[in-house]
């Protein structure tokens, strides 16, 4: 099935999120995933195994687009890279309990996600005591005398030559028992893992590490762990309640000595809503990351410490894709040597300035993001700078080199003319195929101007197609795509004018994109109307804007300060936008609803200990003392007459006062002890006589 294209319905969602037209992929079976020599273990058993089901491409025509994912049971499933953002395919079934629906899958774009308030108080990652745990267990390792730091200059400038080969990290991914009985079959399972891996490879090979380029992965071994594994007494992993952090560990004490990094991916529900967790790397001095070798540590155990987990739960519900895979980023992240981002130059999301504010927070920010921010998805320059120096040093020690293009992968790559695939697949024309000799696959045949594989803009004679024949289909925010006459590619669409309304007029158009807010039309700033006294709770889902740097004039759309720019006309936030300062979410009534990330515990002991109540009971008895005093007569009253009941049955020790009488069907037992009391005496005589004879 190389290079086969596949079709998306036209068709517009509710609630104002983006248009999704009509996707024509070009995809190919991905080799650039899965190491040649590729082990997949399920349950303990090594067996062959063809990842002829995943595939990647672009959409047709549309060169830095992306599309991957698996053909199981003939449904696709995996994401699209559009310059619109990205949009997501999953089987209907995880989201619907309706198995009766006339579809299979469910389509949507990145923008209708509703997640990172809700995924913990440190954004899906552990908190601050949890990493100082661990960096104190990273610095007890037991150094190895045997290891030797040659300084010899003719050595160190051969690793450097040799390093700058090698720029990808091979993987080992298990996943246990839970994540299989989620997904139901091994084929489901190496997509998920495929897709995990394809998406870190786009943020990593998309950044620089100052100088460092091209970083990517490669998953060398798989093993699967299947629900008969739940019994297995070797698997680790076995135990339905295990911590976070313990996992963690489960999954270090195994030796990783082959492997760039070692991860477990799970289905379980962690507390405090962690998602993911792994060893921060650094550069010296300290143990853990990227290539880290098993050690022995001060706990008598030898682990190794290049590992991570990943979990796909959250507070009882599946986490989206596109959460997970920022997840992932974020914990190889930390493998690869950067800390939780702090500073102002790091985190502009917390900024005063509105424009900086705007572009959100980077991947390795501590909480939540919103995900669908200009910087959401990028690498910060503190994450750069930590991150280029523990490649520096540690990169050489395991990373391999990457693979080279492929002629015959259906994709232009560079070094490639054309690319039609190999003979049994290629209808091209104008391009030599696969199995041609080295001098010609994947060239275009003499006097062919170009090849339909290198854009939708060359006709099936290799000829470019005629000015203003269309390529591309008219958006929201940019016209259809026009030819040039001159090039195979599409051109890039012309934009269509800046604050068009797009996403159900809650944004605007901004060069080509919907990437502004309504606000920005009437020359306002977008805002969060926030819980306040007397403030109307309806206005939180409402779409907010006030003056520029005035956050007092904060008013929704439908208010009486904005008339003059809306017509007191209300534009409600999509389902799943966060509200209330990013205290909740809307939901699908246009309710905020409120996130408690405390628990149970948390609220009992504010409920318990809130000043507000005391104030209210005083108050209460202050207004009704009658009643308290008539409750205090009442108690003392039921008090005496208890005693006065209890007391003619209770035993007493004064001889005086007559023997108590006894409560109804309790006379034998109560005669049993009256009678033993002289033998007691007795015994006790007679012990006290031996006691004065061993004293003699």
Known sequence: MDGFCSTGKEMKKRGGTPEIGQFNLRMKRDTTIFAQDLKVDISGTEIPYDTSHIYTGEIYGEKGTLSHGSVVEGKFEGFIQTYQGTYYVE?????????????????????????????????????HSVFDRMKRFQASAV????????????????????????????????????????????????AQISSHVKAIDAIYQGTDFMGIRNISFMVKRIRINTTSDERDRLNPFRFANIGVEKFLELNSEQNHDDYCLAYVFTDR???????????????????????????LYSDGKKKSLNTGIITVQNYASHVPPKVSHITFAHEVGHNFGSPHDSGTECTPGESKSQDKKEKGNYIMYARATSGDKLNNNKFSSCSVRNISQVLEKKRGNCFVESGQPICGNGLVEPGEECDCGYSDQCRDQCCYDANQPDNKKCKLKPNKVCSPSQGPCCTPECSYKGRNEKCR????????????????????????????ACHGETQVCLNGGCSGSICEKYG??????????????????????????????????????????????????????????????????????????????????????????????????????????????????LMAGFIKICSVHTPSS???????????????????????????????????????????
Request: glycine residues 6%.
């Open 91 to 127: 089987p209907a079934e995880r989201y619907l309990n309706d198995k009766d629906v006339p579809f299979h899958s469910v389509i949507y774009h990145e923008d209708d996600i509703n997640y990172p308030h809700k995924y913990g108080p440190e954004g899906g990652c552990a908190d």
């Open 143 to 190: 150094e190895d005398s045997t290891e030797e730091v040659s300084l010899d200059p003719m050595l160190l400038r051969r690793k450097r030559m040799a390093q700058a080969e090698k720029n990808t990290c091979q993987l080992f991914i298990q996943t246990d028992h839970l994540f299989f009985k989620y997904y139901k079959t091994r084929e489901a399972v190496i």
């Open 473 to 500: 289909d008219e958006s929201e925010c940019a016209h259809q795509g026009m030819c040039n006459g001159v090039t195979a590619m599409c051109p890039t669409s012309e934009p269509k004018a800046n604050f068009t």
């Open 524 to 637: 306002l700033e977008v805002c969060t109307c926030a819980s306040q006294d007397g403030k109307d709770e309806t206005e939180l889902c409402h779409v907010c804007c006030m003056e520029k740097m005035n956050p007092n004039t904060c008013s929704s759309t439908g208010s009486e300060r904005l008339a003059r720019f809306f017509n007191k006309k209300v534009t409600t936030l999509p389902a799943g936008s966060p509200c209330n300062d990013f205290k909740g979410y809307c939901d699908v009534f246009m309710k905020c609803r409120l996130v408690d990330a405390d628990g149970p515990l948390a609220r009992l002991k504010k409920a318990i200990f809130n000043p507000e109540l005391y104030e209210n009971i005083a108050e209460w008895i202050v207004a009704h003392w009658w009643a308290v005093l008539l409750m205090g007569i009442a108690l003392i009253m």
């Open 654 to 696: 004064n001889p005086k006062l007559p023997p108590p009488k006894p409560l109804p069907g309790e006379y034998g037992s109560r005669q049993a002890p009256r009678q033993a009391q002289p033998q007691r005496h007795h015994r006790q005589t007679r012990e006290n006589y031996q006691m004065g004879q061993m004293r003699r």
């Open 269 to 295: 529900d962690f507390d405090d809503g962690v998602l993911g967790l792994a060893w921060v790397g650094a550069p010296a001095g300290s143990s853990g990351g990227i290539c880290e070798k098993s050690k």
